[in-house]
């Protein structure tokens, strides 16, 4: 971020009336960068989302609610560094206009013990083997036997949130928002939208995604489940509680046998790196992929990209030293073979 002092000049009533604009007009003035702009956009935009979904604004919002934001970000903890330093900028400026005494966001980086602090600074980058794709998509599409009624919808809400994941690229706040009018019956695309209208998009559907989410739409037709919710938590039509969701993503991935073989955990992150690996994998422009994922910087994408070719690497060279030892040939032999994602398959 600049070092300027003077860095949000808006008035009180401007940031009250839209955070949004306020911003936007801010960021007009500033020299910097277009794909730091988009950045700095984004951020912003995500942090207003957070605080109307607590039903708080920039002056009501106290420390909890920034903690927890920040906290649930499913980014690295530098990353969260400066989503932070960030809003206890723009919150600098806004308790400044109102003479206010403490900003809510101020000494919440130096907390050494806060929640937020638990993302890991170089957490590697997971995707799922095509076998484990292929075997969780198989389960996706199983008999689930006579459930009775309430678990029946329940387990086909989780199948289909399973399939925005792995076949749409959805994030999990982002599923948590879907509602039913976000996508209609066979429509190869889903819309995710968003409070600021440049941040809305259309994320790609995978075939057998949108087979399972027409499934979903049938069966919650039938359940006459409320609201307009995608993925409610409950017949009422409330909305998933992320810790829900992380436990039904988990149970379907458990029942898919897929997780008794992996290291890591396949999350839904896990799910949306697959999403976009498979289409990196058929040839799609990483540009085009980065749209589908809602990415603001063109860099990202293709640091995806690259974390993927590495991935698949270190794949291949694992499977051709099994393939070595069971065979009988030395370990060294298998350091001349090819480790090129480009020109070999698992």
Same mark, same amino acid.
């Given at each position: 971020?600049?070092?300027?002092?003077?860095?949000?000049?808006?008035?009180?009533?401007?940031?009250?009336?839209?955070?949004?604009?306020?911003?936007?007009?801010?960021?007009?003035?500033?020299?910097?960068?277009?794909?730091?702009?988009?950045? @700095? =956009?984004?951020?912003?935009?995500?942090?207003?989302?957070?605080?109307?979904?607590?039903?708080?604004?920039?002056?009501?919002?106290?420390?909890?609610?920034?903690?927890?934001?920040?906290?649930?970000?499913?980014?690295?903890?530098?990353?969260?560094?400066? @989503?932070?330093?960030?809003?206890?900028?723009?919150?600098?400026?806004?308790?400044?206009?109102?003479?206010?005494?403490?900003?809510?966001?101020?000494?919440?980086?130096?907390?050494? %013990?806060?929640?937020?602090?638990?993302?890991?600074?170089?957490?590697?980058?997971?995707?799922?083997?095509?076998?484990?794709?292929?075997?969780?998509?198989?389960?996706?599409?199983?008999?689930?036997?006579?459930?009775?009624?309430?678990?029946?919808?329940?387990?086909? =809400?989780?199948?289909?949130?399973?399939?925005?994941?792995?076949?749409?690229?959805?994030?999990?706040?982002?599923?948590?928002?879907?509602?039913?009018?976000? @996508?209609?019956?066979?429509?190869?695309?889903?819309?995710?939208?968003?409070?600021?209208?440049?941040?809305?998009?259309?994320?790609?559907?995978?075939?057998?995604?949108?087979?399972?989410?027409?499934?979903?739409?049938?069966?919650?037709?039938?359940?006459?489940?409320?609201?307009?919710?995608?993925?409610?938590?409950?017949?009422?039509?409330?909305?998933?509680?992320?810790?829900?969701?992380?436990?039904?993503?988990?149970?379907?991935?458990?029942?898919?046998?897929?997780?008794?073989?992996?290291?890591?955990?396949?999350?839904?992150?896990?799910?949306?790196?697959? @999403?976009?690996?498979?289409?990196?994998?058929?040839?799609?422009?990483?540009?085009?992929?980065?749209?589908?994922?809602?990415?603001?910087?063109?860099?990202?994408?293709?640091?995806?990209?690259?974390?993927?070719?590495?991935?698949?690497?270190?794949?291949?060279?694992?499977?051709?030293?099994?393939?070595?030892?069971?065979?009988?040939?030395?370990?060294?032999?298998?350091?001349?073979?090819?480790? %090129?994602?480009?020109?070999?398959?698992?």
């Amino acid at each position: 971020m600049p070092n300027t002092s003077d860095l949000f000049d808006q008035q009180r009533a401007d940031w009250q009336a839209d955070p949004h604009a306020a911003f936007d007009a801010w960021l007009a003035q500033q020299s910097f960068r277009a794909s730091s702009a988009d950045v @700095y =956009r984004a951020q912003w935009g995500n942090f207003l989302e957070w605080l109307a979904a607590k039903r708080a604004t920039l002056h009501t919002v106290q420390r909890p609610v920034i903690e927890q934001f920040v906290a649930q970000l499913e980014i690295r903890r530098p990353q969260r560094m400066r @989503y932070l330093r960030l809003i206890e900028r723009v919150l600098d400026h806004v308790r400044e206009v109102e003479s206010a005494a403490t900003n809510p966001a101020r000494f919440i980086a130096q907390d050494g %013990d806060a929640a937020w602090r638990k993302a890991r600074d170089n957490e590697p980058t997971g995707f799922l083997t095509h076998d484990e794709r292929a075997l969780l998509i198989a389960h996706l599409f199983s008999p689930m036997g006579a459930l009775p009624g309430a678990q029946r919808w329940r387990e086909r =809400r989780d199948r289909a949130l399973v399939a925005v994941f792995l076949g749409g690229g959805v994030k999990t706040g982002e599923a948590a928002q879907l509602t039913v009018d976000c @996508y209609a019956a066979g429509a190869p695309y889903i819309t995710v939208d968003a409070a600021n209208p440049l941040l809305i998009r259309q994320a790609r559907l995978a075939p057998f995604a949108i087979e399972l989410l027409d499934n979903w739409i049938s069966e919650r037709k039938t359940a006459d489940l409320a609201g307009e919710l995608l993925f409610p938590a409950a017949p009422s039509g409330r909305s998933m509680h992320k810790a829900t969701m992380l436990r039904a993503i988990d149970a379907v991935v458990a029942a898919s046998g897929i997780a008794a073989s992996r290291a890591a955990r396949a999350s839904p992150q896990t799910l949306r790196n697959t @999403y976009a690996a498979e289409h990196f994998e058929d040839g799609t422009d990483p540009d085009r992929v980065g749209q589908w994922l809602g990415f603001q910087q063109t860099i990202s994408v293709h640091r995806l990209l690259r974390a993927w070719q590495e991935w698949m690497g270190e794949q291949i060279r694992e499977r051709d030293i099994a393939q070595a030892r069971a065979s009988g040939t030395p370990d060294e032999g298998s350091q001349g073979l090819t480790t %090129d994602p480009e020109n070999s398959h698992l």
